[in-house]
Nanobody, 123 residues
Framework: QVQLVESGGGLVQAGGSLRLACTAS????????MGWFRQTPGKEREFVAR????????NYADSVKGRFTISRVNGKNTVYLQMNSLNPEDTAVYYC????????????????WGQGTQVTVSS
């Protein structure tokens, strides 16, 4: 079993930055794809970014490309999401997730989820 805990959310003005962190415990962290997703009320959870177990491969949703950066430090069992140039459309609950065996952007492929952290961007 894997436990994921997100941190770093909060309230920021448009144009500002936040860094989210997701710390894993319960099993070796250095395997598997890690992803960040976000969700707003009444909408489906959407893919934001993913990173391979080695950290060499990353992928982003078009809406965040060039503004967000995903990274991981396996020695700390932590994955990060650096978010720059935030705008009100980025307001959502952000979730990290672990996919043990795949390289997917679909939430249904992920095996473990954190509880989420709220990000609110004011205009």
């Amino acid at each position: 079993q894997v436990q994921l805990v997100e941190s770093g959310g909060g309230l920021v003005q448009a144009g500002g930055s936040l860094r989210l962190a997701c710390t894993a415990s319960g099993r070796p962290f250095s395997t598997g794809t890690m992803g960040w997703f976000r969700q707003t009320p009444g909408k489906e959870r959407e893919f934001v970014a993913r990173i391979s177990w080695s950290g060499r491969n990353t992928n982003y949703a078009d809406s965040v490309k060039g503004r967000f950066t995903i990274s991981r430090v396996n020695g700390k069992n932590t994955v990060y999401l650096q978010m720059n140039s935030l705008n009100p459309e980025d307001t959502a609950v952000y979730y990290c997730a672990a996919d043990r065996n795949g390289w997917s952007t679909s939430p249904s492929a992920y095996d473990y989820w954190g509880q989420g952290t709220q990000v609110t961007v004011s205009s």
